[in-house]
Structure formats: C-alpha cells, structure tokens
C-alpha cells in the first residue's frame, strides 16, 4: 500500500508590493522519507514543522553543509541562492506549512529574527508563541481567495511573530534620522 501526501499549495496573485511579496504558500503531511532537493531557491522559503520530524541539509555561504534534525514547533529558513535538500523521518514524517517571501525589508526582518543562511534553525522562546507563527502560516495558507492586502498583512504578522519568538533574536539598532535620507 503507497502512502499519498496530503497537501495544499497556492500562487500570490500580485506583484504590486515592494517591501514584501508573497510567491507561494502551502501545507503539506509528506509520506515516509518524502525529500526535495537538493534545490536553489530565488526567494526566502520558510518551514515550520506542525508535527512528526524530518532532517534539513543546508550549504551556508562559506560552502559548508550543515545537517539539522526538527521537530514539531520549530522552523527553518531557506535563503536565495543557498543549496538545500530536505526529508521526512521514515517513522513520523513531518507536517508543515511553508511560506516563499522577499522584498526590499524582508533580510533586514529575518537578520532581526536572527536566521540567515549562517543560522536557519528557528526556535522559539515558548509553545505559545512558536503556535502563533504556526497560526498565521496556516491562516495565509488556508485563505488564498483573500486579498492581496490582507495577505500581505498577514505576511507582517508573521515576521513581527517570528522575530518575537525567536531565541536567535537580534536587537534592531537605532537608526539615526540622516540615515533615512542616505538610504
């Protein structure tokens, strides 16, 4: 008997927003040892692991590949340009949900957040919070007949959560007012 994968994917519709877009948002419950990769990505894509678990492999940008093990309430980070490949446990496979985003804030919000290709393992600071990121991931995937705007609401939700959960937080420095006019 051959397991199926259960899952859901949807395309953003616009590309009218410059601070963030939306690419591509879904769910999937992956069979036994499901993999992808390895892969190059052209946008930051996003994972959170709703239940089971599942390995990451992950070239950082020295070339140097990392193997992570994750569970259930954690997440990780892909970075554009950045070779990865990822599989599900033989025993428990993971669920998760998965956001593709860029725009000209979003390495600023995820360096807040302390993930880069250096560092994309995310893990919070407590169930509650790691849920409310799960939340809102679900909530963009589960609503893909919403607005763009409301979307894209959702997408700063879920980095302003993000950065707030995050054990690998970084404090923003304060930008000084001429540095708004040089930027």
């Not at 997408?155 to 970084?170: E, G, N, P």
Request: proline content about 4%.
């Amino acid at each position: 008997m051959n397991a199926v994968s259960e899952y859901s994917f949807s395309m953003f519709p616009n590309d009218n927003f410059l601070d963030f877009r939306l690419f591509q948002y879904g769910w999937e419950e992956c069979e036994p040892l499901h993999s992808f990769g390895p892969f190059v990505r052209n946008h930051y894509l996003f994972h959170y692991v709703i239940s089971g678990k599942g390995i990451l492999n992950s070239t950082d940008e020295a070339g140097v590949t990392h193997h992570h093990v994750l569970g259930p309430g954690q997440g990780f980070l892909i970075c554009p340009g950045q070779v990865n490949t990822y599989c599900a446990d033989e025993r428990q496979p993971w669920k998760y949900v998965w956001l593709e985003f860029d725009g000209l804030r979003a390495t600023e919000y995820l360096n807040e957040a302390g993930l880069s290709a250096v560092q994309p393992i995310y893990r919070p600071k407590s169930v509650e919070q790691s849920e409310q990121v799960r939340d809102i991931m679900l909530y963009i995937a589960g609503h893909s007949r919403d607005s763009t705007l409301c979307l894209i609401g959702h997408l700063c939700l879920f980095l302003d959560a993000l950065i707030q959960s995050s054990t690998t937080r970084q404090e923003k420095h304060q930008t000084q007012f001429r540095d708004f006019y040089v930027q």
